[in-house]
C-alpha cells in the first residue's frame, strides 16, 4: 500500500511539473509584422494563417504583438467593394495593436480614410502625415506598449512619395492647392528633425525600445533620398526598422547616424511571408522570416484547417477562415458575374504567381496594358490615353472573364478624367515616363491613339525634384516619331488626353498635366470603363488583335524613323540628278 502510495505521489509530481512547465510563458517580446497585404486576405499564408501563428505564439509568449506597415485596404475586390471596411474587420479580428498609412490608404479619399481609422480598433500612428498649412500631425505620431518593465515605443511614418503615388486629388481642395504633406522639405530633413525629436521624446518617457514602422522600402522603385536607409543614417536611438511599400523581401541590417547597425526588414506582399522580431529578455534582439505556418504538436488541432493556396498545403486558423469566407459570400453574386471571354491570355507579370513589382509593362508594350488603354479611350472617346503600367495589376487568363477579374486587374478604382493639352505636354510626359529605362516603373508609360518611339543609346535628360516630380527636360531627347493616329504629333497642337485622375492629377510625378483644366470629370470608374468596354465595345469577346503587341512603342538603338527609307531615297535621287546635271556643263565647256 505504501509502495502504491509512493508511486501516486511521484506521479503527481511529475504530471504536475510537466505540466507547470506548460504553463510557464517565455517573457521575450515577439512583434510579428506584415506589410502591403493589398487586401490579398487568403493569398498565401493568409490572414487565417497569421492568426494561427499568433495563436499557437501566445501560449509560448506572453507578449505577442501584431503590426502592419501600411498598404492593407486597397488591392484586391474585398477592399474594392468594401472600400476598406472588410480588411479593417479582420485586422479587428486579429487584434492588430498598431498600424500605420502606406500611400494606398488615400485611395479612397480622406473622407473613407477618416471612417476607417475611427473603425480600426487600434487606431492608425503617423508621424509625418500633417496638415500642409501649419504641419499639424492628423493622428497620434508614435505610441507606446507595455511588455512587463519594459516599454516598447512604435513610430509610423509614410512615405513622402505618397504625394505622387497614391490618389493625388484626394490630398488638394477644390482650387488645386494641397491640404496635406509628409514633411518632405528641406530634402526630407524636416522629416528627420521630426522623427528623431519622436525617439528623444518617448526615451525620456522610458521607452526601452524603439521600433520604426516605415513605409518607405530599401530598394525598387523609390528615390534614394526616400529610402529607409537614407532615413535610418540621419538618425540615432532606434533599435530596429519594420519596412514596406516596394514589396521586397529582407532581413538585414544598416547603419544609423553613429554607424550602429539596425535591423531592417520587410516581408514583400500579400502575405507571402510574415515578420518575427523577438527582443529577448537579455536585451539582444534577432529577425526571423517566416514563410509557412508550422503546427506545434501541443496546440489543439480542431481549431485548425488545412487548405492548399498556389499548390502549397498551408495551416490555418478555423474560426479567422470561416470569418473571412463570410465576407466573401456577401459578394459572390456580384463578384462571380461573367463579364466576357478571352480566347488567350493576357499577360502583365513575369511570372503569374509573383505579385512584386517586376511587371512586363513596367518597361515595354503590353497587350493587357493595351486594352485597358483603349477601354479608357473608348471610355472618354478622346484622342489619346497615356497609363501609368502601375495601374494594371493581375493578367488576364484564357476563359470567362468575371467581374471580380476586373476588379484584380484594376483594383484602384480610380475616375477617368479628360483634359485638353499642348503637343509639348505629351511629348514631356513620354519623356518622364521612360526616364528609367532600361529599369522597369510604375510610371511607364502605356498608350492608345499614340505611337512613340525611344532611342535607347541616349541618356535621359529629365530633371526631376526629390519627390520624383517631373521639373524639365534639360537636354536631348529620347523619345521621337510619335504619332496620334495616323499624324505626326504638332508639338503647338491641342488634343484631348484621357486616363486615371491620379495620372493626370500629377501622380507617378506627371506635373505637366495638372495646370490643365478638367475638361470631363468622372467619365467612369476605371474598372467599370473596363468592364463596359469587354461588355459592350467588344461584344464580350477580346479579339485577336490584343494577342500581339501592335507596335505602339518601339524601342531603337539611335534614331530609326519610318521616313527614312523614304528620305533617303529622295536624297540619293537628288544626287543622281545634281550630277547628271554636272556631267551635262562638263561636256558642254569642253565642247566650247
Known amino acids: 500500500?505504501?509502495?502504491?502510495?509512493?508511486?501516486?505521489?511521484?506521479?503527481?509530481?511529475?504530471?504536475?511539473?510537466?505540466?507547470?512547465?506548460?504553463?510557464?510563458?517565455?517573457?521575450?517580446?515577439?512583434?510579428?509584422?506584415?506589410?502591403?497585404?493589398?487586401?490579398?486576405?487568403?493569398?498565401?499564408?493568409?490572414?487565417?494563417?497569421?492568426?494561427?501563428?499568433?495563436?499557437?505564439?501566445?501560449e509560448k509568449y506572453k507578449y505577442v504583438f501584431t503590426v502592419d506597415i501600411g498598404d492593407h485596404i486597397q488591392g484586391d475586390t474585398l477592399g474594392i467593394l468594401t472600400q476598406g471596411?472588410?480588411?479593417?474587420?479582420?485586422?479587428?479580428?486579429?487584434?492588430?495593436?498598431?498600424?500605420?498609412?502606406?500611400?494606398?490608404?488615400?485611395?479612397?479619399?480622406?473622407?473613407?480614410?477618416?471612417?476607417?481609422?475611427?473603425?480600426?480598433?487600434?487606431?492608425?500612428?503617423s508621424t509625418n502625415y500633417c496638415y500642409n498649412k501649419n504641419k499639424t500631425t492628423i493622428f497620434d505620431e508614435y505610441v507606446i506598449k507595455e511588455a512587463g518593465d519594459k516599454k516598447i515605443a512604435f513610430i509610423g511614418l509614410t512615405t513622402p512619395e505618397t504625394l505622387t503615388k497614391s490618389y493625388l486629388l484626394t490630398l488638394v481642395d477644390e482650387q488645386g492647392n494641397l491640404m496635406y504633406d509628409f514633411l518632405s522639405g528641406n530634402n526630407n530633413q524636416d522629416l528627420y528633425d521630426k522623427v528623431q525629436k519622436n525617439i528623444d521624446e518617448v526615451r525620456s518617457k522610458g521607452a526601452d525600445y524603439v521600433i520604426l514602422l516605415a513605409h518607405?522600402?530599401?530598394?525598387?522603385?523609390?528615390?534614394?533620398?526616400?529610402?529607409s536607409i537614407r532615413l535610418l543614417s540621419h538618425l540615432t536611438g532606434v533599435n530596429a526598422l519594420l519596412d514596406g511599400h516596394t514589396h521586397k523581401v529582407y532581413s538585414t541590417t544598416t547603419p544609423d547616424k553613429n554607424g550602429k547597425e539596425v535591423i531592417i526588414a520587410q516581408t514583400g506582399t500579400k502575405l507571402k511571408n510574415i515578420g518575427k522580431l523577438i527582443i529577448k529578455t537579455n536585451g539582444t534582439i534577432i529577425h526571423e522570416m517566416i514563410s509557412k505556418v508550422e503546427l506545434n504538436d501541443d496546440y489543439d488541432a480542431s481549431l485548425?484547417?488545412?487548405?492548399?493556396?498556389?499548390?502549397?498545403?498551408?495551416?490555418?486558423?478555423?474560426?479567422?477562415?470561416?470569418?473571412?469566407?463570410?465576407?466573401?459570400?456577401?459578394?459572390?453574386?456580384?463578384?462571380?458575374?461573367?463579364?466576357?471571354?478571352?480566347?488567350?491570355?493576357?499577360?502583365?507579370?513575369?511570372?503569374?504567381?509573383?505579385?512584386?513589382?517586376?511587371?512586363?509593362?513596367?518597361?515595354?508594350?503590353?497587350?493587357?496594358?493595351?486594352?485597358?488603354?483603349?477601354?479608357?479611350?473608348?471610355?472618354?472617346?478622346?484622342?489619346?490615353?497615356?497609363?501609368?503600367?502601375?495601374?494594371?495589376?493581375?493578367?488576364?487568363f484564357e476563359g470567362n472573364i468575371t467581374y471580380n477579374d476586373i476588379l484584380t486587374i484594376l483594383p484602384y478604382s480610380d475616375d477617368i478624367i479628360v483634359k485638353i493639352v499642348s503637343g509639348q505636354t505629351i511629348l514631356d510626359a513620354l519623356e518622364h515616363g521612360v526616364r528609367l529605362l532600361p529599369e522597369k516603373s510604375a510610371r511607364f508609360p502605356q498608350v492608345s491613339g499614340l505611337k512613340y518611339k525611344i532611342d535607347m543609346s541616349i541618356n535621359s535628360s529629365v530633371v526631376v525634384d526629390n519627390a520624383n516630380v517631373f521639373v524639365k527636360v534639360d537636354g536631348e531627347r529620347r523619345v521621337y516619331d510619335v504619332y496620334v493616329g495616323n499624324e505626326k504629333l504638332e508639338p503647338k497642337k491641342n488634343y484631348s488626353i484621357s486616363s486615371r485622375s491620379f495620372l493626370l492629377g500629377g501622380g507617378d510625378g506627371y506635373s505637366m498635366f495638372?495646370?490643365?483644366?478638367?475638361?470631363?470629370?468622372?467619365?467612369?470608374?476605371?474598372?467599370?470603363?473596363?468592364?463596359?468596354?469587354?461588355?459592350?465595345?467588344?461584344?464580350?469577346?477580346?479579339p485577336e488583335k490584343y494577342k500581339e503587341v501592335e507596335g505602339r512603342i518601339i524601342k531603337t538603338e539611335g534614331k530609326q524613323s519610318d521616313q527614312d527609307g523614304e528620305n533617303n531615297s529622295k536624297s540619293n535621287g537628288n544626287y543622281i540628278k545634281r550630277m547628271k546635271l554636272l556631267s551635262v556643263f562638263i561636256i558642254l565647256a569642253v565642247m566650247l
Open 514 to 542: 495638372t495646370p490643365y483644366e478638367v475638361t470631363q470629370n468622372s467619365i467612369n470608374i476605371e474598372n467599370q470603363a473596363f468592364s463596359d468596354f469587354i461588355k459592350i465595345d467588344l461584344k464580350g469577346v477580346i
Open 216 to 227: 518607405f522600402g530599401m530598394e525598387g522603385d523609390v528615390l534614394e533620398e526616400n529610402t
Open 85 to 125: 471596411e472588410a480588411i479593417i474587420k479582420i485586422m479587428n479580428k486579429l487584434s492588430y495593436d498598431v498600424a500605420i498609412l502606406g500611400n494606398h490608404e488615400f485611395d479612397y479619399k480622406i473622407d473613407v480614410l477618416k471612417s476607417l481609422s475611427e473603425k480600426i480598433n487600434c487606431g492608425y500612428i
Open 304 to 396: 485548425v484547417e488545412t487548405v492548399t493556396r498556389s499548390g502549397v498545403e498551408r495551416y490555418v486558423d478555423k474560426e479567422t477562415r470561416e470569418f473571412i469566407d463570410s465576407l466573401f459570400d456577401d459578394l459572390s453574386d456580384k463578384l462571380n458575374e461573367i463579364i466576357g471571354y478571352s480566347p488567350f491570355d493576357l499577360l502583365i507579370n513575369k511570372d503569374p504567381s509573383d505579385d512584386s513589382h517586376d511587371q512586363l509593362s513596367r518597361n515595354e508594350e503590353n497587350t493587357l496594358a493595351n486594352l485597358v488603354a483603349d477601354a479608357f479611350r473608348s471610355a472618354a472617346a478622346s484622342d489619346i490615353v497615356i497609363l501609368n503600367a502601375g495601374a494594371v495589376k493581375k493578367d488576364l
Open 1 to 58: 500500500m505504501r509502495k502504491l502510495f509512493l508511486f501516486i505521489c511521484i506521479f503527481i509530481e511529475i504530471y504536475s511539473s510537466s505540466n507547470l512547465r506548460k504553463l510557464e510563458k517565455s517573457d521575450d517580446i515577439i512583434i510579428l509584422h506584415t506589410n502591403d497585404v493589398h487586401c490579398g486576405v487568403q493569398d498565401s499564408i493568409g490572414y487565417d494563417g497569421l492568426a494561427l501563428l499568433k495563436k499557437q505564439l501566445q
